[in-house]
């Protein structure tokens, strides 16, 4: 029998409903290339086998009545960051030591519902507080990439780069993650996979642990863009229990890819051509123009004049709700607690221990920006910026433009513990450069992979579009996938 | 702007996080780092644009005034460290 963890999600669907092999054969097959590869990946942080096999041999008894659904029988992996009913859900972060949720978030309910398989819980920053997967307690993924040559390890990107490390490495067939600056795309382009940050309100936030409520948004990261749409269609519903879900009927994603982009208006925004981008992003860049010229798009240069102030208002804006929405981890309710002499000594010490580096500088930027006296210099100001850069992008698409193609990143993945970026925590906060003003707008963003640099590593576009116009960025980013291929790793772990 | 240590104990203490001297010094140079970056704003005129409050062009929504959910005090403290009888403990926070 074939490797089944080679299998697309849409491949291993018609299998199982062919009775090729079993849920359970698939599922098994997935918890072995755990077994033998999180060792080294550190790809997930907590693995559920049994409950894995329980709802695979569920899924089988529901395929022998020919009444699969959507995702019966598929395994998937999920970020740390959504609750999992009685299942590990910290954030990869040390102040949830022992959390296990008493509900389910919506995302996975969903996904539950569709028939799928949950693998386990996957390694993320702290918090989805990074862009490298360096800042979660259980310590870095590798990326399943690695340069010619090289036995250097790269990091997978962040903050979902255990989500994108086990989809480049077959450690699931699929997996959910979530994006306020990036945290989707950055890690799909440096591993190539493919991911979609969807429309500000198109998944229910409900039970995925808060960082930037205004800015926070699930989307799955996936081996290619029909899998992408599979998986978006679950995971994305309206529902009460999050106000921000938009009340929209969700699409059939997958109608979408195949059908033709001729005549369709492509923007080029001339602000993402930033000084000291390799050559082989602008290389790439024109390639993904050619391709889509070719299929019939029509190419036009765009301004977004804004781009620039996107990423320093989200370091205003990001860490003032984190501090807000962090404060609930108090010692009290959950997770840790570090006894003190009084109350505020036992919150200080706990958060304290809790806490790593990043996350605290962040609630304490956050802290900083909110606090008596620099409201109106740094808060009220950022969110001006924001509508701003919003606008730009209302000024494109009111212009008849449909999508805009941009690179995903400004580089391939780097190395794990870069020097550089150690020293300077704006350097790190650079990687997001290209995707953070999709959160800012709470536009819909996907990550295709496109090709690979002279090293051998994997590069990504992105494509941006117009709110819950999801469909037409998996429409042109299958164009691009088609043109480019799918781009796996050689396996060295 | 740029911080002093005496700025980063301040805004440590309102965000509960105890730091000693050494955490704090090096925190100071951190947050003058990205209070730095974000600077760049200075250089965009907003007057007279509204501050974002949403993200999406959609009124909140509001639901029924209708109790959907409770009766669950075991659930709440179960991830708790100290809990008494469906209660949270803390430390003595009254003489």
Redesign the interface.
């Known amino acids: 029998m074939t490797d089944l963890t080679a299998l697309t999600i849409a491949e291993a669907s018609n299998a199982l409903k062919k009775r090729a092999f079993s849920a359970r054969e698939l599922t098994d097959a997935y918890l072995a290339a755990i077994e033998g590869a999180n060792g080294d990946l550190n790809a997930y942080v907590a693995v559920t086998p049994d409950k894995a096999r329980a709802m695979a041999e569920a899924s089988d008894l529901r395929l022998a009545r020919n009444e699969g659904r959507a995702l019966e029988g598929i395994p998937l992996g999920i970020k740390d960051l959504f609750a999992t009913e009685g299942v590990h859900t910290q954030a990869c972060s040390h102040i949830l030591h022992?959390?296990?949720?008493?509900?389910e978030s919506t995302v996975t309910s969903n996904l539950w519902r569709d028939g799928a398989v949950m693998l386990g819980k996957l390694n993320m920053d702290e918090f989805a507080m990074g862009s490298s997967n360096e800042t979660s307690w259980y310590g870095p993924v590798k990326n399943p990439w690695r340069a010619h040559g090289s036995n250097l390890d790269l990091v997978p990107g962040g903050s979902s780069g255990g989500s994108a490390a086990a989809v480049a490495a077959r450690l699931c067939a699929g997996a959910t993650a979530t994006d306020t600056g990036g945290s989707i795309r950055q890690p799909a382009a440096f591993t190539g996979t493919v991911g979609i940050k969807p429309?500000?309100?198109r998944c229910s936030r409900w039970g995925i642990v808060a960082f930037a409520s205004?800015?926070d948004q699930a989307g799955p990261i996936a081996r290619d863009v029909r899998d992408a749409a599979i998986l978006l269609k679950s995971m994305a519903s309206s529902d009460?229990k999050d106000?921000?879900s938009?009340?929209l009927a969700v699409p059939d994603y997958e109608a979408a890819l195949g059908k033709s982009v001729k005549g369709m208006k492509i923007g080029i925004p001339r602000e993402y051509r930033v000084e000291g981008m390799p050559d082989e992003i602008e290389a790439l860049w024109q390639k993904g123009i050619a391709w889509l010229r070719d299929a019939g798009a029509e190419i036009d240069e765009i301004s977004l004049p804004?781009t620039?102030?996107a990423l320093?208002?989200y370091?205003?804006v990001a860490p003032a709700e984190a501090?807000s929405n962090l404060?609930r981890y108090?010692?009290?309710?959950?997770?840790?607690?570090v006894?003190?002499r009084?109350?505020?000594?036992?919150?200080?010490?706990t958060?304290?221990a809790g806490?790593g580096r990043e996350v605290?500088?962040r609630?304490?930027?956050?802290?900083?920006v909110l606090?008596a006296g620099?409201y109106d210099?740094?808060y009220?100001?950022?969110?001006?910026?924001?509508?701003?850069i919003?606008r730009d992008f209302e000024r494109v698409f009111a212009d008849g433009v449909s999508a805009i193609l941009t690179p995903a990143t400004p580089s391939a993945a780097f190395g794990i513990a870069d020097q550089d970026m150690a020293a300077?925590?704006?350097k790190m906060?650079l990687n997001d450069i290209f995707t953070v003003t999709v959160n800012?707008?709470?536009l819909p963003g996907i990550a295709v992979p496109a090709g690979l640099d002279g090293r051998g590593l994997p590069l990504g576009l992105q494509l941006i579009g117009r709110?819950f116009e999801e469909e037409t960025l998996f429409q042109t980013a299958h164009v691009i996938e088609q043109a480019a291929g799918r781009f796996s790793p050689e396996r060295w772990w | 702007m740029s911080v002093d240590i005496h700025t980063v104990k301040r805004v440590a203490h309102l965000a509960r996080i105890a730091l000693d001297d050494d955490d704090a010094d090096r925190m100071a140079g951190e947050l003058n780092t990205i209070l730095g970056f974000v600077q760049q704003l200075d250089e965009v005129d907003v007057a007279g644009v509204e501050p974002m409050t949403s993200v999406a062009p959609m009124k909140l929504k509001m639901r029924q005034d209708a109790v959907t959910d409770g009766g669950k005090a075991m659930d709440i403290v179960a991830n708790a460290p100290a809990t008494d009888e469906n209660f949270f403990l803390v430390p003595k926070v009254v003489e």
């Open positions: 022992g959390f296990l949720p008493r509900y429309t500000y309100g205004s800015l009460e106000t921000t938009a009340d804004h620039k102030y320093p208002a370091y205003i501090s404060a108090d010692g009290v309710r959950y997770g840790l607690r006894p003190g009084d109350i505020i000594d036992m919150y200080e010490k958060r304290a806490f605290k500088r609630v304490m930027i956050g802290t900083y606090s620099y210099a740094y009220l100001k950022a969110q001006k910026v924001r509508t701003l919003k300077d925590p704006v906060y800012m707008a709470g709110p």
